[in-house]
């Protein structure tokens, strides 16, 4: 291939690219006009609406390109990134989020005139950031993508000028965000190191031929602390325990606003690159046999540079049975593979693949069997998130308990629900070797968490927030006889926390519901124990809450403020947010539905 | 037939709706002085339209019940060949007869059958319970599990007991309407007195009333219309959750607080067998379906089979046995066995009839059905008598009898919709609902346990003397009548009784209701003479009494009790032939009939006849309201009719004789496996002969002889004692003191319970509380903050009793380890990075020790 292909390859590799990036590009626009007007007209164009208008653009975007990816699995920009329904489904979730953030801001009034546009470019950069996350294909678009979030987080977290919790908690931030991302970083090089790629397809591919081969126990110790290293990073995005420090502190120092923005969108971004990463080294699409060690790294090295193009998802994802071109022959080589002699999936139906009539069931003995070299290193994620999930889940709710600082309680309830949602992973993942389009079907159980708690955080987030401008105190006791002067409002907010609790039936309990069997359907009994257990601790101090603002006597000579539900932007904005939860807590089906879709193309 | 389940679920919601509206601006529209009333009453009346127009619309589709000859076809052969009054061997003979009767095709015909156009007018269709209609409107289906939902099981079962309850609850509204009235304004409880010696003035409570008891119909109508065991749970807690909320409807007076407290808490105890019997159900047939139900599976429609096709697994629809004694189970998917025709019919019907799949049903992965496989007939037993627990409950049943007396403190309409008509006989609904899925052995338990109480109740009823409480108890004994009719087979002839009685004993509710509204006393020994003062009142309840007593001229007309007591006679003296080992259980069934009469009149006598006791009283009686009367007579003139089966000519499809009436549509409902009897026993030596035998002429004129010849006894000692005053009743108790004073004191029950249950839980708790309190003492001795901070906490709450102390000591433990956790987050960023460091190279060292790098492959 001369030069000149390859630059007009690489030129119509990227205009093609660019048309699946609409939201993305939106959203730089916008990020463009928001320094731009400011410059330019000063005060007269409102800061917020640009930001409104741009996020409400690109998620017009984001819904259009749900049909045209539909039932396709696109890589873009020479393999950086791929575009599916998957990612789709987070973009949509996540410029939502923009919308609603973008109004919520607009009403709780974090940012002053001043600093909206500085605020609001750091918000969509970040967003931007997060898209990117949830479609990294490539190894190195990982660790940019989480440092494109993270970096203006932190200066989000430190947007309250003059206040010293609100500095400190971004200087937390931002060191320990270096600190993790450091460690990242050298797990990242590591695994590239092993497997001799970085385009996470093909690194999936190389490691199942890598643990075909029977890796020595150096090589697996690599392999291994380079997963967990890797897992440190995202578990920082995610604060899983003990990688959370960072969030209690910052929650409480930082805006109502900006822990809305953290715990929902970052979070839900972060568990999606979780998948996006577990199911790339858990995964591999194409059977590839074993080859000498020695080829191996040309091999991949080949893959590595193979030109992008859209590989179109031939799978029939109903009875995980996927159909490969080269099937026939690759169950001819088998037979006189050494190594794979006493693997179990070795049976009579490889003998018969010259037959045309038994070619049908070839493919899926020789899916099971490459899927089957990635076994251990599915056990090992899985292990690995679960782990982590069932110690995030019960820090996160015991150090909820004794909090005081609603934000604080917040917090931790973040964390926990962290843990919920990496349950959903840790149980989906084995399921990959038994049948994909069941491990499938519990990826979407994740999806569909995510969304529910998007209306469930960022209402409680939204709450806070309005009643911080109402009475300038974050502090739980606060709260206390509530219910007398703000009913609607009460009856809102305990909505909420019944649902970030998980009792039917509102959609934390769906979602929650989903996840468990999970758990349930991979056999992982003891976490789903352990999950079951957090629920119920989780229950006090939830119901704490309600309690101080449903039964507890406000201080002496204190006066509960009035929060009227109906006759105020804020209630209808919290009325709004609240009527989701209450809905797919009874008519899941359809939401559930959408995020099936959304996973039936992660594992072709 | 496709509207009916959307109209008869319009009909459950329509008081939800009038509930959440009443519960939102019942407040606001108490001080705009609109009446709520009219929001709950309207809504009752438009459930009972859609009801009255499901029965239309039913009958339409399904034609009149048919009478087909039974006595000359079926009967006859060993009806009246002499082996009723064999013995032993001649009830094995019987059921011989019984099985080489039925084993030849199209022998159905002999029974009152529906005939059911969908499936060619078959009347094999009636037997199997396959015209029912049943699927889910909304369910879940779990990954991996099978599906639950909220369904509906409509049957001729079903519709009767929408209109009948809708139009109970109907006059009962109206009813409160004016006995309530008083709560429309500022109360003053004259029962209740305060500290400082005045009495209690609180605001009127009329909305919440209307309010709860639309929420009880809802639940009452959701528990009738329920499609599987799982929501009748639930319902079922929700009626007993109202229940609650009305007994206790007056919370300020102790006595009504407490029998709140003592109904819902002895419910619970019968719950709680239900549960034993729904785990038992699930463990047996991993579904909770009555019906066989379409679902989506593996991608194509089937039908899935209901817990009765399952459970009703022989030819005949027996419960089937293996030969090492395990119970058959029918297939989960009915088509899948191609062999059983019966099944296909079943499947068949059901495409018809089918509703639009769920949204969740049409997932990808559909719905699972795990396929059950044979289990030991002891679970089922433990099955139907853990749900026949629940039953026991709610229907007040011996030994949980008691609650249901006291539950007589709630407002009178209560009483009469909730305590007498409805929710109770839920019970014994649920029984015949259940029915196929009962073993001889559990239904031999429940005839036993029917014909206690009714024996008990009845003798109590004799010397109570607040007027509500004699019904209460009347109650009780009928509840006991039912149940003793269901468990000797009699299944028609239970839930005949239950819709009967159900008119007449609401009509006696609220006639005494206006009692005591008028009289402001309870006491019967205060009344007197008071027809002259109320006659509207005094001769509804006249009516009343005499339909309870099952007054009629023999084999020619009677008031409702009349035909329903002469069935579960008949049918007692039919069993008892078969079983002579159980004679019992007919003279239990005609003392009955006949202390039922003497108590009923008594209280008539004692309220309305001879000279007033008290003066006072007398003078201030006056007739109630219209708002009030005119229920009355309308339940009245029902009370007198709804026993009658009207001819309505012959079918012109099969020339058969139709008839309309409630037993003859109840016939149309009979369970599956059902038409020849219950079957016979396994472990215990019990035959169930078919109902229809009952009808045999010569059992037939036995039991009305029986029946009026008990009910006329009854009345005579009435008569005598209370209304010519003859015998003194006085004179009489202090003769039997003894016996007097036992059935006074209710059988000692409550004592009993007090010692048995109540007083050893208070020692057993406080001894463990005290050992608690030592043992944590000791810990305390030995340990460090943190068990203090623990056993600190722990120790203060211990005193408040010992539930509450072990919940808390839970949370106090997870309160320290929390605080503990809390230390950790120090705030110090030094700290935090290293333990980014700390916190990868721990993670490393237990996945490396948990050997997952070592031997990953």
Known sequence: MGFHDQISSLVEDTQRSLAMFGPELTLCGTIVLLLLSRLILGDRLSSTLVAFAGTVVALIFALFSWNEIAGTSQEAFTGMLVVDTF????????????????????????????????????ALGSLLGMCLMVSANHLLIVFLAVEMASVPSYVLAGILKGRRKSSEAALKFAVYGAGAAGIMLYGISLIAGIVGTVHLPSAGQSLANIMANDPSGGVLWVLGLGGLMIMVGLAFKLSAVPFHFWAPDVFEGAAAEIGGFLSVASKAAAIGLLVRMAVGFGYAEEPQHAEPVAQQAASQQAL?????????????????????????????????????????????????????????????????????????????????????????????????????????????????????????????LPLIGTSTSNAEYHIASLAFYVVTYLFMNLTAFAIVAFMRNRTGSEEISDYAGLIRTSPGLVVCFSIILMSLIGLPPLAGFAAKYVVFSTLAESGLMLLLMIGAINTVISLFYYLRVVKAMCLEEPAEGQQPVTFPIWKSVDGWFVLVLTLPVVVFGVFWGPLHDWALAACRDLLP | MDYLPTILGAAVLLPLISFVVIVLFGAAMRKAHVPTNYIATGAIVGSFVLSFTAMCIWLSVNGMPEVHEHHAEHAEPHGDSGDHDAEDHGADDHAADDHAANSTPGDGSQFISLQDE???????????????????????????????????????????????????????????????????????????????????????????????????????????????????????????????????????????????????????????????????????????????????????????????????????????????GLVEVGPAIAHAAAGQEENEQNDATNTEDGEAEDGEGES?????????????????????????????????????????????????????????????????????????????????????????????????????????????YSTVSQLGYMMLALGIGGWVAGLFHLITHAFFKSLLFMCSGSVIHACHTNEMTEMGGLRKKMPWTAYTMLVGCLAIAGAGVPFVIGLSGYYSKDAIIAQAISFTNVNPAHKVLFFVAAGGAAITAFYMFRLWFMTFAGKPRDQHVFDHAHESPKVMYVPLVVLAVLAVCVGWSIPMGTSEATGAEQQLGVSALLETARPVGTVDGAGTGVDWEVVYPAEADSHAEEIHIT?????????????????????????????????????????????????????????????????????????IDWVIDGTAKVARKVSDTGDAIIDKGLIDGLVNLMAGWIYSVASWFRNVQTGKLRQYVLFIVLGTVVLFVIIEYSSFLGSGH
């Open chain 1, 87 to 122: 990612t789709v489904f987070f973009r949509i979730f996540l410029m939502a989020f923009g919308v609603l953030f973008v109004i919520f801001t607009w009403r709780s009034g974090i940012p002053d005139k001043e600093d909206a546009a500085d605020f609001y470019t750091l």
């Open chain 1, 304 to 428: 590595a540079d193979q030109s992008p193009g859209t590989n179109a998802a031939a799978a029939n994802p109903e009875d995980g049975v996927f159909v490969s071109t080269n099937s026939a022959q690759d169950g001819a080589q088998q037979p006189s593979d050494n190594e794979q002699e006493n693997t179990s999936e070795q049976t009579p139906a490889n003998d018969g693949a010259e037959d045309d009539g038994a070619a049908a069931e070839a493919p899926s003995e020789d899916a099971a069997h490459t899927a089957d070299s990635l076994a251990p290193v599915r056990t090992y994620i899985s292990y690995l998130v679960g782990l982590l999930a069932a110690i995030t889940c019960t820090f996160g709710n015991m150090a909820a308990y004794g909090q005081t600082n609603i934000k604080r309680l917040l917090a931790y309830s973040t964390i926990a629900h962290a843990g919920y949602m990496m349950f959903a992973v840790a149980g989906a």
């Open chain 2, 118 to 324: 969908t499936t060619g007018g078959s009347s094999e269709n009636a037997h199997h319970g396959a015209d029912a209609l049943a699927d889910d409107w909304y369910s879940i289906s779990p990954p991996g599990m099978p599906t639950i939902g909220i369904g509906y099981y409509i049957d001729t079962l079903t519709v009767v007991m929408f209109v009948m309850v809708t139009f109970i609850a109907s006059c009962i509204h109206f009813y409160a309407a004016g006995y309530m009235h008083e709560e429309l304004h500022d109360v003053t409880d004259h029962e209740v007195t305060l500290a400082d010696g005045k009495h209690l003035h609180r605001p009127g409570r009329f909305h919440r009333f209307f309010q709860y008891l639309s929420l009880f119909c809802f639940s009452m109508l959701g528990l009738v219309i329920a499609g599987n065991v799982l929501m009748v749970f639930v319902f079922w807690e929700l009626v007993g959750v109202c229940s609650y909320f009305l007994i206790g409807f007056y919370i300020e007076r102790k006595s009504a607080s407490n029998a709140a407290n003592k109904a819902f808490i002895m419910n619970r105890v019968g719950d709680f067998g239900m549960l034993i019997g729904l785990a038992a159900v699930w463990a047996c047939f991993g579904t909770f379906a009555f019906g066989d139900m379409e679902v989506e599976h593996e991608g194509e429609h089937v039908t899935q089979a209901g817990l009765f096709s399952m459970v009703r697994s022989g030819p005949h629809h027996e419960i089937e046995t293996t030969d090492d």
């Open chain 2, 364 to 472: 990808a992965v559909g719905a699972v059905i795990k396929e059950p496989s044979n289990f030991a007939y002891g679970l089922l037993i433990v099955a139907g008598l853990g749900i026949f627990c629940g039953c026991v409950g709610k229907s007040a049943q011996f030994p949980l009898q008691t609650w249901l007396p006291d539950a007589m403190e709630g407002p009178t309409p209560v009483s009469a919709l909730v305590h007498s008509a409805t929710m109770v006989a839920a019970g014994v609904y649920l029984v015949g609902r259940f029915y196929p899925m009962f073993t001889p052995e559990v239904l031999l338990i429940i005839a036993y346990v029917g014909g206690i109480t009714l024996f008990m109740a009845a003798t109590i009823a004799i010397t109570a003397t607040d007027i509500k409480r004699v019904l209460a």
């Open chain 2, 703 to 775: 039991a009305t002889m029986v029946a009026f010849g008990t009910a006329v006894a009854g009345f005579l000692l009435a008569f005598v004692m209370y209304g010519l005053r003859r015998i003194s009743a006085d004179e009489v108790a202090k003769q039997f003191a003894p016996v007097h004073g036992f059935l006074r004191n209710k059988w000692y029950f409550d004592e009993l319970y007090h010692i048995l249950f109540f007083k050893p839980t208070h020692f057993v708790a406080k001894l463990v509380a005290r050992f608690d309190r030592r043992a």
